[in-house]
Antibody
Framework: QVQLVQSGAEVKKPGASVKVSCRAS????????MQWVRQAPGHRLDWMGW????????KYSSKFHGRVTITRDTSASTAYMELSSLRSEDTAVYYCARGFTTVDNWGQGTLVTVSS | QLVLTQSPSASASLGASVKLTCTLSSGHSTYAIAWHQQQPEKGPRYLMK???????NKGDGIPDRFAGSSSGAERYLTISSLQSEDEADYYC?????????FGGGTKLTVL
């Protein structure tokens, strides 16, 4: 079955960067896009961007003003999301999710805490 | 700009049925949407995709108690025979010009 397994929780200082991984299995990795979505405590789901795992094309939400970079390693069936210039408001659970238009599988989430 | 609108909260009794609504903004009434469930302290789970004609495609293992339908710009999620584990946040989601959009979510309370 489809599985998306994310890396573990992170604690970062303001101004630092964080890189979260998402290892996919149970399907052909390059046939789908991988979305990244975050959820701050008590808040709604917030789309960050996606990568076409086949050709590497990306699109990002303008909300993050160039601070987010999504990459993938097809040999490892793994997608990565890096967020730079972290601030306290970036404290959230970060999810990867499979799909171009309809998101049909979710990772378990990675808690990123930004604190001095 | 495409916006998905959901009521912030809903409630229904154990064993009853409830119908949640996701409304597409003007000019986008033909768009399909997906429903996702997020139980307390858990990650989201895909429930189904609902098309403008009311047809729907459920995710693996989603019980028959969950059904989707459409009317105009509204997309619905009906949950029958409510169980305690159905108490959750429900989000609708769609896609336009390469951007994924989520509704604000509906918090369902099972009484």
């Amino acid at each position: 079955q489809v599985q998306l397994v994310q890396s573990g929780a992170e604690v970062k200082k303001p101004g630092a960067s964080v890189k979260v991984s998402c290892r996919a299995s149970g399907y052909t990795f390059t046939s789908y896009a991988m979305q990244w979505v975050r959820q701050a405590p008590g808040h709604r789901l917030d789309w960050m961007g996606w990568i076409n795992a086949g050709n590497g094309n990306t699109k990002y939400s303008s909300k993050f003003h160039g601070r987010v970079t999504i990459t993938r390693d097809t040999s490892a069936s793994t997608a990565y999301m890096e967020l730079s210039s972290l601030r306290s408001e970036d404290t959230a659970v970060y999810y990867c999710a499979r799909g171009f238009t309809t998101v049909d599988n979710w990772g378990q989430g990675t808690l990123v805490t930004v604190s001095s | 700009q495409l916006v998905l609108t959901q009521s912030p909260s809903a409630s229904a009794s154990l064993g009853a049925s409830v119908k949640l609504t996701c409304t597409l903004s003007s000019g986008h009434s033909t768009y399909a949407i997906a429903w996702h469930q997020q139980q307390p302290e858990k990650g989201p789970r895909y429930l189904m995709k609902v098309n403008s004609d009311g047809s729907h495609n459920k995710g693996d293992g989603i019980p028959d108690r969950f059904a989707g339908s459409s009317s105009g710009a509204e997309r619905y999620l009906t949950i029958s025979s409510l169980q305690s584990e159905d108490e959750a946040d429900y989000y609708c989601q769609t896609w336009v010009t390469g951007t994924v959009i989520f509704g604000g979510g509906t918090k369902l309370t099972v009484l």
